[in-house]
């Protein structure tokens, strides 16, 4: 086969057209890396192995850019490289940023944890389901979850004092905002201490 012409084509790609009718894009740098020319001969042997080379770079740089967004557990990544890549190379990628410390799934699930425990303040159900959710390892979650001596009390009270106060106001506001804990993730005798408490010390201030 040989290259008729070459097209620069948007976000970095450029256009090999060959002798047989057919068009491929390939990564512009993997293009001029090669010295790929106008009338020059590729084998299909050649022409696969540039192919694979487009790919791998791209989802290189996909995964860059991902991970200069934010955080990503190994999952998370491969599965969001698989969108525009093979599965096959969406793992070497993903291994590969693992290699070089870019992704680390013990890290990431513990700082993940400390947000949505602290920041987020979610319970703890909710944090394992957000952590299974972003592909993290049973065994790991457990792990991890096991290190933190968790109370649920101080962040059931925040919320009980801030997001949900105006709620708090009937029976049935009250049940919403029990109902909408126990989707934070938090267990239903925490909660009802927590509303327990908070009511009385209205009662108590109201008096």
């Known amino acids: 086969m040989v290259i008729v012409e070459l097209h620069p084509r948007r976000k970095h790609l450029t256009a090999l057209v060959l002798d047989n009718g057919e068009t491929v894009p390939l990564d512009t740098a993997v293009v001029s890396e ?19 080379a487009s790919e791998t770079r791209r989802a290189k740089e996909k995964a860059l850019w991902l991970l200069s967004m934010r955080d ?12 525009t890549c093979s599965r096959e190379t969406a793992e070497a990628v993903a291994g590969r940023m693992e290699e070089v410390g870019l992704v680390n799934d013990q890290s990431y699930a513990r700082r993940l944890a400390g947000d949505m425990l602290h920041i987020r303040k979610f319970g703890m159900s909710r944090v394992r389901a957000e952590l299974r959710q972003k592909g993290i390892d049973r065994e790991l979650i ?7 001596e968790d109370d649920p009390l101080p962040r059931i009270r925040s919320l009980l004092e801030g997001k949900y106060q105006k709620s708090l106001s009937d029976e049935k506001g009250i049940a919403r905002v029990t109902a909408a ?15 327990r408490e908070y009511i009385d010390m209205e009662q108590e201030f109201d008096e």
């Open 72 to 83: 990503h557990s190994q999952s998370e990544l491969i599965h969001k490289l698989s969108r």
């Open 34 to 52: 090669n010295g790929l020319r106008a009338g020059m001969e590729v084998s299909a042997a050649l022409l696969e192995g540039l192919k694979e």
């Open 181 to 195: 804990l126990a989707r934070r993730g938090f267990q239903y005798g925490d909660i009802k201490a927590a509303l």
């Open 142 to 148: 457990d792990e991890i979850l096991e290190e933190i």
